[in-house]
């Protein structure tokens, strides 16, 4: 077992490896830029080293001065976190030559997944259903016309240079084909210099649903069951639950035998999560991997008694899975709470934090780094912690974070909390029919 | 210059934000510091010696470690420059062992002169200064690991 492992992150997250190692009787070492010498993360751990200044690239991604760290305080073992450094193959690699155990997946496994259309067509071999389309660029409308009527519409004709929305159209049926490649074709041509157009299958009303694996050295991988993580504003989950209100025993299995099939075709070692889209029918498409621990991992831990962080330790230690798969014991939720104002756009809100009071009780969990006194730095991410709660039922679960999001004090800065209460009232919120849309549509006045 | 002139611009300089103030006129020369802040101490004392996986490591410090203070008003218009890491890895006063250190205390260094070595995985990187001056204390020790904006030297320049 490992020695003394550093830990290449900062915030809540370095706080919870640090604690996990802490049970295991692990030495930590933090890491920290000079905006972070007040942190939580440099206070708890066993040792801490500045690495340098504020800006991410010179400190937290910056792979010469956290193998330097390693080096000068004889780390055997170094856990990325998320972000940062998790899903750089070279961090990997340089691991690796530095005789230093990264805990995660080797540089192999990240780059495949890395690539989102290797990452597919990996997935496609393995038979992981992923979203229908083209083999590449379509020829000709024709060829388009066919291939939407295989895999049924709706279909979206995308610019294959594009982004940001642009050089892409939703087409409905056969008489909306011609006009939406043209449309497509010059759009694509004037924002990209590059028409080439490919076809994916629309996936109406989709819902994001999460599979937690592990693998372990020996080629085993299991399965922890989903995480929904339906609500999300501009592509930023917002709040995660277990299990998800629309899967049904079957699609769980389903789903989960898919995932394992995936991480089976790569051979994954440690903790990962594969994200499908679910439409209404029920049928799911492989999205992508995330060859890291998730910022959403409490759900599953709560829901499953598993310490994922010991796991992903366990693992890189050489120790064997059962690979026995675990469902769901009870429901739980969590709702990550930023310094942002949701009553302005969510605009970022940095500063001090003048008086703090954190929820407790049955069933409440809280993952923060913040404490009273404490300056946020505007150099990171908003995130300031992640409140978990779990219950025997959905509904006794959404009461209880209510309550447990009113006891929430944090002043000084402005955070989403009230957003939260607002949700956990809101009747779409709670009937558990909602997609990934649903926040578009949401009422943020007055927060 | 009268003694309550002084006064006055000891109180202005006090209320102000300013750490520092040297004025300097014809027959009179002023120099008025702040009573230097203190360091917050790194919150760990890295001891390990680069073989031996047993480092000595210090509980995390809870406030900063108060540097003793100095007076407000040296007469003397010289002061004290901290010469900081600008980087993590191993310190070393001289580019090999059989060679002779860089700077000893007391030597005169200028601008773009070789201070130390720091070594970072496997590479060797000579820190330069940015200050003329001379050295009065060497804060590291050869051969021990250091970490980014860590003090190395102290130097008094003019």
Known sequence: MFKKILIANRGEIAMRIIRTCREMGIKTVGVYSTADKDSLHVRFADEAVCIGPPPGKDSYLSIPNIIAAAEITNADAIHPGYGFLSENAEFSKICQDYNIKFIGPTPEMIMSMGDKSTAKATMRKAGVPTVPGSDGLLESVKEGIRLANKIKYPVILKATAGGGGKGMRIVKNDFEFEKAWEDCKREASASFGNDGLYLEKFVEEPRHVEIQIVGDQYGKVCHLSERDCSIQRRHQKLVEESPSPIITDRLREKMGAAAIKGAKAIRYEGAGTIEFLVDKNGDFFFMEMNTRIQVEHPVTEEVTGFDLIKEQILVAAGVKISGRNYTPNSHAIECRINAEDPANGFRPSPGKITNLNLPGGHGVRVDTHIYSGYTIPPNYDSMVAKLIVSAPTREEAIVRMKRALMEFIIEGIKTTIPFHIRLMDDPGFRSGKFTTKYLEDFDFSGL | ?158
């Open chain 2, 1 to 158: 210059m009268k003694p309550s002139e002084l006064k006055d611009i000891i109180d202005f300089i006090a209320k102000s934000n300013l750490d520092e103030v040297n004025i300097e006129t014809e027959g009179f020369k002023i120099s008025v510091k702040r009573a230097a802040t203190p360091i917050a101490a790194a919150p760990v004392a890295i001891q390990a010696e680069r073989q031996a996986p047993a480092p000595v490591a210090a509980p995390p410090a809870a406030a900063p470690a108060a540097e003793p203070e100095k007076p407000a008003a040296p007469v003397s218009s010289k002061k004290t420059v901290e010469v900081k890491s600008p980087m993590i890895g191993t310190f070393y006063r001289a580019a090999s062992p059989d060679k002779p250190s860089l700077v000893n205390v007391g030597d005169e260094i200028k601008v773009g002169q070789s201070l130390c070595i720091i070594e970072a995985m496997k590479l060797f990187n000579e820190i330069e200064s940015d200050i003329t001056g001379r050295v009065v204390k060497i804060m590291a020790e050869n051969s021990t690991p250091v970490e980014y904006d860590q003090v190395l030297f102290l130097v008094e320049v003019d």
